[in-house]
């Protein structure tokens, strides 16, 4: 079974945390999509945390892992805290298979959703 991890930083507004389950659930009714399960996960200030979120995939019956790190630059979370917190689950769950995606920033088609959020130029 392969399940989606959903990472985003968290934060001490609840409404701002809401936003990510929300997405979460979208991605999830996605037509497209091809998880068994969208699971939302935040590095701080909200639950579940990284860890907490892969014992949820595990829980569910997950063997495979997508982490996709909703974040817009390869800061210090990015690039050290996810893959750090993703050895320990490696660690706790070696017959689970863990894929890193990139973060959001780095991803192909970002400029045109940009462009398209913006909206026309008036």
Avoid: W
């Avoid at 990015?78 to 070696?94: M, N, T």
């Amino acid at each position: 079974m392969k399940v989606l991890l959903l990472i985003a930083h968290g934060s001490r507004r609840e409404t701002a945390n809401q936003e990510v389950l929300e997405l979460a659930e979208r991605i999830q009714q996605h037509d497209a999509n091809e998880y068994a399960a969208v699971v939302p996960a935040f590095l701080e200030f909200a639950q579940p945390d990284i860890g907490g979120g892969i014992d949820d995939c595990v829980k569910m019956g997950a063997k495979e892992i997508t982490v996709v790190p909703y974040f817009l630059s390869l800061g210090a979370h990015v690039e050290r805290d996810i893959p750090g917190a993703l050895d320990i689950a490696s660690a706790r769950y070696p017959e689970i298979k863990l894929h890193l995606k990139r973060h959001f920033g780095a991803t192909e088609g970002l400029v045109e959703f940009v462009i398209n959020c913006a909206g026309p130029v008036s």
